[in-house]
């Protein structure tokens, strides 16, 4: 577990800070912040059980953690906390796509299930970064519904797994009367047992991370620039994540002008012109698209969303 709490801190600011560039009404600003709360809160309760651990002590052979009776009674306390938390801020980001659409290419977010939620990142996601903290988002919600819903299976109990710089909690039980196990839950062996082991919180949090990423990058192109944004201090260029499109044309520019070393730019320029002259394309046609799409509205409260923009917005003065 990352001992700097700071690090996972910036990357959730940086994530979602686009917002902060754009015209937004006062409820979809109130919803941004709401979710910058809740990923708070959740990289807190991170942190406290990241406390928890540097506490405990090693085992005699130095190769694992051992946690006494309180310290895994804690462990089990925070780990309940921190999945709870969670499911709070995965609601805190469906409720800024109930009033913020981005993806006007696919169907508007169903914001009223976490599970179908999630089903919907994974189409949304699909052959980017996401993919590869999809599972352990999911193993999340599974997780966590354990806790909270033990009614719905066999009674089960819990136990605390360590290793040198790590304590996990792992449920565990037996299959229902129908055979039946918790989803997410994986059987021991040929046996009639399971066990469910806490997802890595570290991984659950890189996937909100990219959750955010892929949320507030579209929405500097989607939505225009706020009349009383200040410089941004999280980017070079002062305005948003993207090279954007203004900047992508004085890069290109500036490799095929004249002047330019025709030993450097043999060297540098050929494939990185191929891909300013793709990018540059692919947002025209992002933008020609936009054009002929019906202006983004705010489900379900009927709050009008922002206009998108349609022309390009260079990102410092020529």
């Known amino acids: 577990m990352d001992s700097n709490p700071s690090r996972m801190e910036h990357r959730l600011i940086y994530a979602t800070h686009n917002a902060d560039h754009v015209e937004l009404n006062p409820a979809q600003r109130m919803a941004v912040q709401h979710l910058r709360e809740q990923l708070g809160r959740l990289l807190r309760r991170r942190d406290a059980f990241a406390s928890l651990i540097r506490s405990t002590s090693e085992a005699p052979m130095g190769l694992s953690k051992q946690p006494n009776a309180e310290q895994q009674d804690s462990a089990y306390e925070l780990t309940q906390g921190f999945f709870e938390q969670y499911y709070a801020a995965l609601s805190a980001l469906a409720s800024v796509h109930g009033r913020i659409r981005l993806y006007l290419s696919h169907k508007e977010a169903p914001i009223n299930s976490n599970d179908k939620f999630l089903d919907w990142w994974e189409v949304v996601g699909q052959n980017t970064r996401l993919d590869d903290r999809m599972d352990a988002l999911r193993a999340a919600r599974d997780f966590r519904s354990i806790f909270m819903h033990p009614q719905m299976w066999s009674i089960f109990d819990w136990a605390t797994v360590s290793s040198r710089d790590e304590i996990r909690v792992v449920l565990h039980g037996a299959e229902s009367s129908n055979r039946n196990v918790p989803q997410g839950a994986s059987r021991v062996g040929s046996s009639a047992n399971w066990e469910f082991v806490a997802p890595d919180m570290d991984e659950v949090l890189e996937g909100f991370e990219l959750l955010c990423q892929a949320t507030f990058l579209p929405i500097f192109t989607w939505y ?53 002259d793709k990018y540059i394309g692919s947002m025209a046609e992002i933008r020609k698209r936009a054009g002929a799409t019906p202006v983004a509205s705010a489900y379900p409260s009927g709050i009008p969303a922002a206009r998108p923009s349609l022309s390009p917005r260079p990102p410092f003065a020529d």
């Open 224 to 276: 225009p620039e706020a009349e009383s944004a200040s410089p941004c201090v999280w980017e070079p260029d002062g305005v948003g994540s993207s090279i954007g499109d203004g900047a992508a044309r004085v890069i290109r520019n500036a490799l095929v002008a004249d002047g330019v070393a025709s030993g450097a730019s043999a060297r540098l320029a050929l494939r990185l012109i191929e891909d300013l």
